[in-house]
């Protein structure tokens, strides 16, 4: 047993609000250097969408990830060392830069220089590329919230796995279905990206689990960009260097949440500590693709196990970590919940970013001027949701509905849980079987409630400080913070809320 211990975060969609904050701070900090225009580290989808670059989850098309051939997991990019070696100088599996868009300026001395005369002057939009004057014609996020039409969600690749009454449910004018996918680098514990780089420029950190690039030793073959099936990696045109999110490593280090962590407005984002079994990662993704899910959480070693703990200490994880993995709120929710799912499993890279699926109105449709709210009806309701169980199998359960399913069911269950503790307008003994049912007890109803409504900082982000001698402890103020969200939270000076 190689137990490695690896920062893991888990998004709750259910509470995204698509605000791009987290985007925006990400932006600001990292990616505002020439060459760099184009980077979203940190970008906000709409689904169903075709996401950015465009159509990235079209595999047939990108050929990232991995692929499971016999009793071997091979890159779809480059299957073997002739195609890799071709790839170097032409990879047609390439997102080009049309697939992102072409980053631009404005001529802004035209508004300033023009000419006197009877027309207010513009700027057009020249190519910070080649200083050409170009036709703006795509950019990040422009199918937010559907563009204003349904045209750019319906070219959504995990559509085809809908059928068309499904689809025409999600698609009905006074009832479009969408939900909001952050997405940032999931530092997968088996990256293609890493596997693919024929420079050795890629690599995860040990203590951690952080993917990053060395900058010294990429050469700008790209081969990362054509094997990550996430399209998380981008070309600095500027450089000749690839760069990718690097989990805001020098904040983790001295015990601060990364950016776009600490600006999220809805609170969507929890970070903490796994342990898992190294060993067990080739065999754990060389099963059918509907057990990646659970293959993936049996390779999760409990980390209250005094065997694991042992041998956790003997391969050097320190006692900081591991006390921070037995905190950890990733775990609650992927293994001990298993409300968290990760995005695309079939890809293969076991991604350690995971996403508790969003619940939201779940009926498909009103019923006299209302939603139906009776439990008894809940259950049976999921084949007419909005946002369709096989589309959302489709994200995060590699077409496993079952998952997505349980998953759901115990999310409704809380939601019912305290509702009759505040409103009590339901029969207990049906909210006792919708319990029931959904595998969730009074006390795991609790603290599922807990950590998903009233989590404090410390809740959502269990840190172990990597530099123990650069680390801020965090000192308690018994003074309330001040600040615009009301929340009543305790302040921390040195790290703020």
């Given at each position: 047993?190689?137990?490695?211990?690896?920062?893991?975060?888990?998004?709750?969609?259910?509470?995204?609000?698509?605000?791009?904050?987290?985007?925006?701070?990400?932006?600001?900090?990292?990616?505002?250097?020439?060459?760099?225009?184009?980077?979203?580290?940190?970008?906000?989808?709409?689904?169903?969408?075709?996401?950015?670059?465009?159509?990235?989850?079209?595999?047939?098309?990108?050929?990232?990830?991995?692929?499971?051939?016999?009793?071997?997991?091979?890159?779809?990019?480059?299957?073997?060392?002739?195609?890799?070696?071709?790839?170097?100088?032409?990879?047609?599996?390439?997102?080009?830069?049309?697939?992102?868009?072409?980053?631009?300026?404005?001529?802004?001395?035209?508004?300033?220089?023009?000419?006197?005369?009877?027309?207010?002057?513009?700027?057009?939009?020249?190519?910070?590329?080649?200083?050409?004057?170009?036709?703006?014609?795509?950019?990040?996020?422009?199918?937010?919230?559907?563009?204003?039409?349904?045209?750019?969600?319906?070219?959504?690749?995990?559509?085809?796995?809908?059928?068309?009454?499904?689809?025409?449910?999600?698609?009905?004018?006074?009832?479009?279905?969408?939900?909001?996918?952050?997405?940032?680098?999931?530092?997968?514990?088996?990256?293609?990206?890493?596997?693919?780089?024929?420079?050795?420029?890629?690599?995860?950190?040990?203590?951690?689990?952080?993917?990053?690039?060395?900058?010294?030793?990429?050469?700008?073959?790209?081969?990362?960009?054509?094997?990550?099936?996430?399209?998380?990696?981008?070309?600095?045109?500027?450089?000749?260097?690839?760069?990718?999110?690097?989990?805001?490593?020098?904040?983790?280090?001295?015990?601060?949440?990364?950016?776009?962590?600490?600006?999220?407005?809805?609170?969507?984002?929890?970070?903490?500590?796994?342990?898992?079994?190294?060993?067990?990662?080739?065999?754990?993704?060389?099963?059918?693709?509907?057990?990646?899910?659970?293959?993936?959480?049996?390779?999760?070693?409990?980390?209250?196990?005094?065997?694991?703990?042992?041998?956790?200490?003997?391969?050097?994880?320190?006692?900081?970590?591991?006390?921070?993995?037995?905190?950890?709120?990733?775990?609650?929710?992927?293994?001990?919940?298993?409300?968290?799912?990760?995005?695309?499993?079939?890809?293969?890279?076991?991604?350690?970013?995971?996403?508790?699926?969003?619940?939201?109105?779940i009926q498909g449709k009103v019923e006299n001027g209302m939603y139906e709210h009776d439990p008894e009806k809940f259950f049976t309701s999921l084949d007419k949701a909005r946002l369709s169980v096989s589309y959302l199998a489709r994200l995060f359960s590699a077409n496993n509905e079952s998952i997505i399913i349980s998953a759901l069911k115990k999310m409704m269950a809380v939601r019912y849980f305290k509702r009759v503790q505040q409103v009590p307008d339901i029969d207990k003994d049906k909210v006792e079987a919708i319990m029931r049912e959904a595998n969730v007890s009074d006390e795991e109803a609790e603290a599922i409630f807990a950590m998903t409504s009233l989590p404090t900082v410390y809740d959502r982000f269990v840190l172990p400080p990597i530099q123990r001698e650069e680390a801020i402890e965090p000192k308690m103020?018994?003074?309330?913070?001040?600040?615009?969200?009301?929340?009543?939270?305790?302040?921390?000076?040195?790290?703020?809320?």
């Amino acid at each position: 047993m190689d137990v490695r211990a690896h920062v893991s975060m888990v998004f709750h969609l259910d509470k995204c609000i698509g605000c791009h904050t987290c985007s925006v701070a990400c932006k600001n900090i990292w990616t505002g250097r020439e060459g760099t225009e184009y980077m979203w580290w940190n970008n906000v989808e709409t689904k169903p969408g075709t996401g950015f670059p465009t159509q990235w989850e079209d595999q047939d098309k990108y050929k990232g990830g991995w692929e499971f051939e016999g009793e071997v997991l091979k890159l779809k990019s480059q299957k073997n060392k002739l195609q890799g070696f071709v790839n170097l100088f032409y990879n047609p599996n390439m997102p080009g830069l049309d697939d992102y868009y072409e980053p631009w300026t404005y001529k802004y001395e035209d508004l300033f220089n023009a000419p006197l005369g009877d027309d207010q002057p513009t700027a057009v939009p020249i190519s910070k590329i080649t200083g050409e004057e170009i036709s703006i014609e795509s950019g990040p996020n422009w199918d937010d919230d559907l563009g204003g039409s349904n045209l750019y969600a319906k070219n959504d690749p995990n559509l085809e796995a809908m059928t068309q009454e499904e689809r025409d449910l999600m698609f009905e004018v006074e009832n479009i279905a969408m939900m909001y996918l952050p997405r940032i680098c999931n530092h997968c514990a088996n990256p293609s990206c890493v596997a693919s780089c024929p420079s050795g420029a890629l690599y995860k950190r040990g203590e951690d689990g952080i993917v990053l690039i060395n900058q010294d030793k990429c050469r700008g073959w790209r081969a990362c960009i054509a094997a990550c099936p996430y399209k998380k990696i981008y070309y600095n045109w500027k450089t000749g260097k690839s760069e990718k999110c690097i989990l805001c490593y020098p904040r983790l280090e001295t015990g601060q949440a990364p950016a776009c962590f600490h600006s999220c407005v809805g609170r969507i984002r929890y970070m903490g500590v796994l342990l898992y079994d190294a060993d067990r990662i080739p065999d754990a993704m060389k099963v059918p693709e509907h057990s990646l899910v659970e293959s993936q959480r049996s390779i999760i070693l409990n980390p209250h196990d005094p065997k694991v703990v042992e041998a956790a200490k003997r391969n050097g994880i320190s006692d900081e970590f591991i006390d921070a993995a037995q905190n950890s709120p990733v775990y609650k929710y992927v293994v001990e919940w298993k409300l968290a799912l990760p995005l695309h499993i079939e890809y293969r890279t076991m991604p350690m970013l995971f996403y508790v699926p969003p619940l939201l109105p779940i009926q498909g449709k009103v019923e006299n001027g209302m939603y139906e709210h009776d439990p008894e009806k809940f259950f049976t309701s999921l084949d007419k949701a909005r946002l369709s169980v096989s589309y959302l199998a489709r994200l995060f359960s590699a077409n496993n509905e079952s998952i997505i399913i349980s998953a759901l069911k115990k999310m409704m269950a809380v939601r019912y849980f305290k509702r009759v503790q505040q409103v009590p307008d339901i029969d207990k003994d049906k909210v006792e079987a919708i319990m029931r049912e959904a595998n969730v007890s009074d006390e795991e109803a609790e603290a599922i409630f807990a950590m998903t409504s009233l989590p404090t900082v410390y809740d959502r982000f269990v840190l172990p400080p990597i530099q123990r001698e650069e680390a801020i402890e965090p000192k308690m103020s018994t003074e309330k913070c001040k600040g615009c969200t009301g929340c009543g939270e305790v302040q921390t000076p040195e790290r703020g809320l």
